[in-house]
């Protein structure tokens, strides 16, 4: 399937990505308001190279070198040295779906008609990410002012025929890409490099990439938080909908509603309604706080994003309208640098909440359950280490929860006085996101293998569905084998979505 998506500058959402994030099909088009203003905008720039007006980016030097004026013939040699000389990025590549992402983002900022760039080459740009042609981005290199300047840089140089693409999934030189596509290079006229390196569309790709994930997994940790209550025979008292209107978040709401349809007929918490339990632990009771928390978390990254997908994020800014020309600072990565530290702080909580319930389920002197959840413990380790496994992952994503947002670091000879470290707060996100799907998989695994001790009751109507699907993937332990293959199996129930899939058929939308 094909979808078709139409930028406009102004209108793109986070559905509409999705299918560019999932690497799926994607055929982008223009529309003709768009094109519009991209001609209003270009007309602008070609008026001030015509006067030879000193205008920052169109025919003066860059950053520091902001007052050195630029010969009318060597305003197309300003471009290209520009996009060459910023292709500083290290690290290990980008994966293509996040430089695809970052391409649609970076296509929707210019077409809104602020940055003077030529409507041949929006043409272009559709092309390249028509035909598949995706360039090689390195990670590293960005602090997320002036942009994303030098992973942009290398987006741009590859369709100069400059360092490595991807085209139709195949890696090769940009140079080699070109040709097999049988088009000629990018030249680039005044004030266009500026243009495709002056934005924060990199940061974007990968935390756009994160946000979905996370959307996903806020519903997954509700279905495997409602396995693990049934299979420690815990109580859905915590999840009534009065107490959450005590409470009085939404997503503490969100949370006890979801859990509630999944415990819905529970046969498991029906027999032992009248136990002289007075108390669950707190990572099963306050669920809801915590799950809820990081839900109320979430929805504020996404009301940031909204936004932020069609801001404009050039330098300098053209405003046909008046015929202005004005230098600001849209470029700065910082509302995409707070909140990626906000989104990967509340991931670090439901990591840290889910390990504690594994811990509940093999440790059989709070269980009641065989140790480590093996019927023969002492010959057989159980769950043991995968229990170790999720403490060491919950642990890592204490370092990497150190904000990015409030370091700085001056560049470009103190022009560039404070950044945002935008780039690397969606790095972080994306890897503690890494690490607590994990998490979730571990206990997804623990709880499913725990109720194997309590199968004569039927479980709730969610927690049953994903108790059968854990079946579909991975056996019950009935004595020690190869762990590392199950715990991936669990991982890719969560993260391809099939666990939430197949839980929503029985019990209806959940809420993230």
């Excluded at 949370?255 to 529970?266: E, K």
């Excluded at 319930?357 to 359950?369: F, I, Y």
């Excluded at 000879?413 to 790095?427: G, I, K, L, S, Y």
């Excluded at 499913?448 to 309590?454: I, L, S, V, Y």
């Amino acid at each position: 399937m094909t979808h078709k998506l139409s930028l406009d500058g102004r209108s793109l959402n986070l559905p509409d990505l999705a299918p560019v994030i999932r690497g799926e099909t994607v055929e982008l088009s223009v529309t003709e308001a768009a094109r519009d203003a991209v001609r209003a905008a270009r007309n602008l720039v070609d008026q001030h190279v015509e006067s030879g007006n000193a205008v920052y980016g169109l025919t003066t030097g860059f950053g520091k070198l902001k007052n050195v004026a630029i010969e009318r013939g060597d305003l197309a040699q300003l471009q290209e040295n520009l996009i060459v000389s910023h292709c500083c990025g290290v690290g290990d590549d980008m994966p293509v779906n996040e430089v695809r992402t970052a391409q649609v983002l970076r296509l929707n900022g210019l077409v809104r008609g602020n940055s003077g760039i030529r409507v041949e080459l929006v043409d272009r740009l559709l092309e390249f990410f028509n035909r598949g042609f995706v360039p090689r981005v390195p990670q590293q290199g960005s602090v997320g002012a002036s942009g994303d300047l030098a992973p942009l840089a290398h987006m741009t140089a590859s369709y100069m025929g400059h360092g490595g693409a991807t085209l139709e999934g195949q890696a090769m030189t940009a140079r080699e890409a070109l040709e097999k596509m049988g088009v000629p290079p990018v030249e680039l006229a005044a004030k266009e490099g500026l243009a495709l390196i002056n934005g924060t569309e990199i940061s974007k790709g990968v935390s756009l990439g994160v946000i979905l994930r996370a959307a996903n997994l806020s519903r997954a940790a509700d279905i495997i938080v409602a396995l693990s209550i049934e299979a420690l025979k815990g109580s859905r008292l915590p999840f009534q909908q009065r107490l959450a209107e005590l409470k009085g978040h939404p997503g503490h709401f969100r949370t006890a509603s979801n859990v509630t349809a999944l415990l819905a007929n529970s046969g498991v918490i029906e027999s032992h309604a009248g136990c002289d339990r007075v108390q669950d632990p707190y990572s099963l009771r306050c669920a809801p706080q915590v799950h809820g928390a990081y839900k109320s978390a979430l929805a504020h990254v996404c009301e940031i994003f909204s936004t932020e997908i069609n801001g404009v994020t050039d330098n300098p800014v053209l405003f046909p309208d008046t015929g202005d020309v004005v230098s600001a600072g849209l470029f700065h990565g910082a509302p995409v640098s707070m909140v990626m530290d906000y989104l990967g702080l509340a991931m670090c909580s439901i990591a840290n909440i889910s390990e504690r319930r594994t811990e509940q389920l093999v440790n059989p002197d709070l269980s009641g359950m065989p140790a480590f959840l093996t019927n023969r413990p002492g010959l057989n380790s159980g769950m043991m280490i995968a229990q170790v496994a999720a403490a060491a992952l919950a642990s890592e994503n204490k370092v990497y929860a150190h904000p990015a947002s409030v370091d700085t670091i001056p560049t470009s000879a103190n022009q560039e006085d404070h950044v945002p470290m935008a780039a690397t707060a969606a790095r972080k996100a994306r890897t503690i996101c890494d690490n607590t799907e994990r998490v979730l998989a571990i206990e997804y695994l623990c709880a499913a293998q725990a109720r194997e001790f309590n199968l004569d009751a039927r479980g709730g109507d969610g927690a049953e569905a994903a108790h059968k699907l854990m079946r579909t993937r991975v056996e019950p332990l009935e004595e020690d084998r190869y762990l590392a293959d199950d715990i991936e199996a669990a991982r890719q129930l969560i993260v391809s979505g099939d666990l939430v899939r197949a839980v929503e058929e029985v019990v209806g939308p959940l809420e993230s």
